[in-house]
């Protein structure tokens, strides 16, 4: 079964065409990053601008790589949300435009799905499974106890993880996006500032908004009594509090629903920091982490889920035939 994918959440316009759920026949993507550097972070009108002039031209791309022609495809997959209306909006029309034109089935798949699914290019899921989603919108604990079932055990009351990096990164200059420089100088640092606690006790939801503001507060005034911050100190200290409250939360998890699989899900998952101190710690259960090409947005990552989410959408109609109880898939 041949997937044509389609992702325009945010900054980064991307077709793939996938071969049952596996195999990645092409995958481009157009980052829109050069362009919104300058700026400091995403600016929407441009984002939606930037999709409408590269769409056409990504999807032939991704169709020629593939080496198939329109005929071979069976499902067109695209990203309905959550993200930026107006870049949702032209990846979601062009989906349905292609679908239209070409009579082919098209399914709305939900972004989060996405990352999660970026996991199973390389590995098969074993259920239940506990999913760490740190992206620059999101940042939850799901469960999973079969394909394509989302259990939220907690989220961020606040800012998500990925987009505190963007704000520490910010404050003392580091461009856009934040989290991969962070990323690297946390490495040549030490932990020497003193953070916030940001555990919230024993729940399951996180806050970042306070370590974020501890942050500003601390350069500020470090700036105002003339002296230097030293910022791969600042960024080791920043990085080793934030991934300690992840790892400690998805331990926890584990234990209680006794997972066979742990994974991590979302732009933040290349952060080499948390991905070292997830190895370190977290080692009763196997463990997954998405390939860095599938960590940010990608159009691979919704023709993979958009596929699981085909395959439970038939057992759930073939289930109703036999006069069973509906799955919950949403
Ligand atoms: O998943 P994603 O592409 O976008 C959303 O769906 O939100 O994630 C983008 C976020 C940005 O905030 C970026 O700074 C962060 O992922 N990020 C990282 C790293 N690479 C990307 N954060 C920390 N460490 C990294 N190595
Ligand atoms: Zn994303």
């Known amino acids: ?45 441009i984002a939606s601008r930037e999709h409408i002039k590269g769409i056409t031209m990504v999807f032939e791309e991704a169709i020629q790589i593939a080496g198939i022609t329109r005929k071979d495809i069976d499902l067109v997959a695209v990203t309905k949300g959550p993200g930026l209306i ?25 972004h989060i799905a996405g990352h999660i699914y970026a996991n199973a290019i390389s590995k098969d899921l074993e259920f239940p499974l506990v999913c760490l989603v740190v992206s620059g919108g999101h940042t939850e604990l799901i469960l999973m106890k079969e394909h394509y079932s989302f259990e939220k055990l907690g989220e961020t009351m606040d800012d998500a993880v990925g987009e ?12 856009y ?15 020497s500032y003193k953070m916030p606690d940001i555990s919230l006790g ?24 003339n002296e230097e911050v030293n ?28 997972a066979k699989m742990f994974m991590i899900a979302g732009g933040v ?12 710690r977290i080692n009763n259960v196997k463990v997954v982490v998405p390939e860095f090409k599938y960590c940010t947005d990608n159009a ?27 799955l919950n898939l949403e």
Not at 2 to 12: A, K, P, Q, T
Not at 164 to 175: E, I, M, N
Not at 177 to 191: C, H, I, N, S, W
Not at 271 to 276: I, M, P, S
């Open 1 to 45: 079964m041949n997937i044509l994918s389609v992702e325009s959440s945010c900054d980064e316009t991307s077709v793939s065409i996938i071969k049952d759920g596996k195999e990645i026949l092409s995958n481009v993507v157009l980052s829109q990053i050069d362009i919104h550097k300058q700026y400091g972070g995403v600016v929407p009108e």
């Open 86 to 110: 107006g870049s949702l909006l032209i990846g979601i029309n062009a989906a349905k435009a292609f679908a239209f034109a070409n009579d082919i089935e098209i399914s709305g798949v939900h």
């Open 164 to 175: 505190a990096y963007d704000k520490v990164a910010r404050t003392v200059g580091l461009g």
């Open 177 to 191: 996006p934040g989290g991969p420089v962070v990323d690297r100088l946390a490495k040549e640092g030490k932990p």
């Open 202 to 225: 024993n729940t399951y939801n996180f806050s970042f908004s306070g370590i974020k503001s501890h942050v500003i507060n601390l350069v500020h005034n470090i700036n105002q009594r």
């Open 231 to 258: 910022i791969p100190d600042l960024c080791a200290s920043f990085q080793e509090t934030v991934s300690e409250v992840l790892v400690n939360k998805s331990i926890k998890a584990i234990a209680e629903y006794n």
């Open 269 to 280: 998952a290349a952060n080499k920091g948390l991905r070292k101190k997830i190895e370190e």
């Open 300 to 326: 691979a990552m919704i023709g993979v889920a958009g596929y699981y989410q085909y395959l439970s959408k038939q057992q759930t109609d073939d289930m109703k035939l036999n006069g069973k109880s509906r």
